[in-house]
């Protein structure tokens, strides 16, 4: 089948851990990879973003990415690419409607290249499926005022349930917010993300570290629901451990960076500063040395719509401390293959992280257990087979090209 996959900020190639880098870009790098592997032809579509990138660059085999020239081609905020979206659109239905490539599905990633998708499919008679990634009534919910996507996203991401064939949710909370939003049922489907259980295993080189110091290692783009402040203030009652934060801009612009600056400042307020160490951005290949280098994950997001992080850890035989919201509820099983605190609340994240760094028995059935748990029940080929499966449905749906619905 041939499989158009819409990811407008987010591109496969890009290198992660900046403030619109992240999950999502893995996701859709796997993810197509994956389908590739199950025998599909698959296709990134992606904003170009800069002036040196050709149209179509091989990603791996049966994946090539596609920069569509929407906007300057130059990095901008996801926040502002909404205006763009219209030329998005136009271009696909352009190469859709030549001989050259035309998709039998494409798959929207994020709920602006959603609206290119579904434009482009009225017009080409091409079947959308719809992966929202992060829904606007949630970050409204928790960031209010300081939310600063565009004040239609609501409205349109309600809009984008009913206009698409299938919703994809990634776990059971975002299918609970789809039906508060109206998304009929019968029209999703559950799947999650999954992980590459070769790349993130326990076998294999670590970062260094003091053997006689606990680590904790925390990873996520520098933004403040990821809640990396709750967990520094957390630390002072987890005596001794080091943490060490991953994301963030490179390591040599970490010094003037505000958001790094004010990790370091509440660190030295609550006297842990010697105990805090910030690397900054990480290549994606070199993350499976961090996590092997810990005694235990903590991610204390105040949402989280699915989480990579806490399975690329647990992939790596690391246990997870968290917070329980969104994915991590699902993932993570509490008592089991680590414990789930309630967000913003640093005291339960801390005594949560003393207990399993004072109890190495704990820690070891938790590593286990997780380890177990992220190759049973996460891996991309199981997402890729599911989702060729409602490819498939959604493709007998209408004619594959040409008619207008
Ligand atoms: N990541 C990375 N380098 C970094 C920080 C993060 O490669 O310095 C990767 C990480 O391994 C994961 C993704 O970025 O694959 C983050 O995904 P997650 O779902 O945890 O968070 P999101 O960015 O979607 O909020």
């Given amino acids: 089948m041939r499989i158009a996959m819409i ?35 698959v296709r990134v579509y992606t904003r170009r973003d800069s002036t040196d990138q050709p149209v179509l660059v091989p990603m791996a085999d049966g994946v090539t990415v596609a920069h569509v020239p929407a906007g300057p081609p130059e990095p901008l905020p996801k926040d502002e690419l909404l205006p763009y979206m ?12 030549g001989d050259e490539w035309a998709p039998s599905v494409a798959h929207a990633h994020f709920w602006m290249s959603g609206l290119a998708a579904v434009t482009a499919g009225r017009q080409t008679g091409v079947p959308v499926v ?3 990634h992060a829904l606007g009534t949630v970050k409204r919910r928790h960031q ?39 998304v009929p049922r019968n029209r999703m489907a559950l799947i999650p993300s999954g992980v590459d259980s070769e790349r993130f295993s326990p076998e294999g080189a670590a970062e260094p570290r003091d053997p006689d110091r606990p680590r904790i290692l925390t990873v996520g783009r520098f933004v403040e629901r990821k809640g990396f402040a709750d967990l520094i203030r957390a630390l002072k009652i987890v005596p001794g451990a080091e943490c060490v934060v991953v994301g963030g801009p490179p390591p040599d612009r970490l010094d003037g960076d505000q958001f790094a600056g004010k990790l370091r400042r509440l660190a030295e307020s609550t006297k842990v500063a010697d105990r805090l160490r ?11 040395r961090w996590y092997r280098s810990a005694d235990v994950l903590a991610t204390a997001p105040w949402y989280e719509p699915f ?18 919201v969104g994915g991590l509820t699902d993932t993570v099983v509490d008592g089991l293959t680590g414990d789930l605190v309630p967000p913003r609340d640093p ?8 207990r399993v760094l004072g109890d190495p028995v704990r820690r070891f059935a938790y590593a286990t257990a997780a380890l177990d748990r992220a190759r049973q029940c996460y891996s991309w080929k199981r997402a890729a087979e599911q989702l060729g499966a409602v490819y498939a449905t959604v493709s007998g749906l209408r004619p594959a090209t040409g008619a207008v619905a």
Avoid at 155 to 179: H, N
Avoid at 278 to 287: D, H, L, T, Y
Avoid at 347 to 354: D, P, T
């Fill in 347 to 354: 005291r339960s994240l801390g005594m949560a992280l003393r």
């Fill in 278 to 288: 910030i690397v900054g951005a990480v290549p994606a290949n070199e993350m499976p």
């Fill in 7 to 41: 990811s407008e900020h987010a591109s496969p190639l890009a290198a992660l851990g900046g403030v619109d880098a992240g999950g999502q870009n893995t996701h859709v790098a796997e993810l197509a990879t994956a389908l590739a592997g199950e025998g599909h032809d």
């Fill in 144 to 182: 209010g005022a300081a939310d600063t996507s565009p004040a239609r996203r609501i409205g349109y991401e309600r809009a984008l349930g009913r206009a698409v064939d299938r919703v994809v949710a990634q776990c059971q909370d975002e299918v609970r917010e789809l039906v508060r939003m109206g």
């Fill in 307 to 324: 989480g990579l992080t806490p399975l690329e850890a647990m992939a790596c035989g690391v246990p997870v401390i968290g917070t329980a």
């Fill in 130 to 132: 719809q992966t929202y």
């Fill in 86 to 97: 219209k030329d998005f659109s136009r271009w696909l239905v352009d190469q859709w409607r």
